[in-house]
T-cell receptor, first 111, second 115 residues
Framework: DAKTTQPPSMDCAEGRAANLPCNHSTISGNEYVYWYRQIHSQGPQYIIHGLKNNETNEMASLIITEDRKSSTLILPHATLRDTAVYYC????????????FGPGTRLSVLP | SAVISQKPSRDICQRGTSLTIQCQVD?????MFWYRQQPGQSLTLIAT?????????ESGFVIDKFPISRPNLTFSTLTVSNMSPEDSSIYLC????????????FGPGTRLLVL
């Protein structure tokens, strides 16, 4: 079973920040938090991952709480092309460990 | 990121037939994974494929139904055997360990419809 809990759906206005929450209260000390998204009919796309520090890249920011039991993915200026299912996954960060996908959050960016 | 291609991108097949899906990566990788995504559902791992050894299957998936080949470090195939309409899904391959990065990259998927 997936080790994360996400809201099933969210809406966001175009141009505004999209904040997607994820609960992972049973995360282990050596598990990373990964975010992927899947745009309709495409393969999942890697977004970002982190262990305990906040992370930022060209796509998004990842904010992890100090106790690591929850995190938030932030898309700073959502566009219509960001409409997708977003998956939060915890995984030990070494080769050969598969990802366990939960149902994710369906984000709809509205014009 | 890695360039991963899958063939075919989509197919419509008759009940009882088999389909082989190919996954090609543009660099050598140790681990390749095959996932299934049934309509409206999330991804489920079918098996893990290492080069030079037999694939490791997850609970609920068997080699007779989903035989996998991994002849080299850039290529793998998944066969869906003796298909039924319940096999209608998107099948995705993914790879791990590209250029030292501890994350997985996914192919575009193969959309299969069984009539």
């Amino acid at each position: 079973d997936a080790k994360t809990t996400q809201p099933p759906s969210m809406d966001c206005a175009e141009g505004r920040a999209a904040n997607l929450p994820c609960n992972h209260s049973t995360i282990s000390g050596n598990e990373y938090v990964y975010w992927y998204r899947q745009i309709h009919s495409q393969g999942p796309q890697y977004i970002i991952h982190g262990l305990k520090n906040n992370e930022t890249n060209e796509m998004a920011s990842l904010i992890i709480t100090e106790d690591r039991k929850s995190s938030t993915l932030i898309l700073p200026h959502a566009t219509l092309r960001d409409t997708a299912v977003y998956y939060c996954i915890v995984r030990v960060d070494y080769h050969g460990q598969n990802f366990v996908f939960g149902p994710g959050t369906r984000l709809s960016v509205l014009p | 990121s890695a360039v991963i291609s899958q063939k075919p991108s989509r197919d419509i097949c008759q009940r009882g037939t088999s389909l082989t899906i190919q996954c090609q990566v543009d660099s050598q990788v140790t681990m390749m994974f095959w996932y299934r995504q049934q309509p409206g559902q999330s991804l489920t791992l079918i098996a893990t494929a290492n080069q030079g050894s037999e694939a490791t299957y997850e609970s609920g998936f068997v080699i007779d139904k989903f035989p996998i080949s991994r002849p080299n470090l850039t290529f793998s195939t998944l066969t869906v055997s003796n298909m039924s309409p319940e096999d209608s899904s998107i099948y995705l391959c993914s790879v791990d360990g590209i250029r030292g990065r501890e994350t997985q990259y996914f192919g575009p998927g193969t959309r299969l419809l069984v009539l």
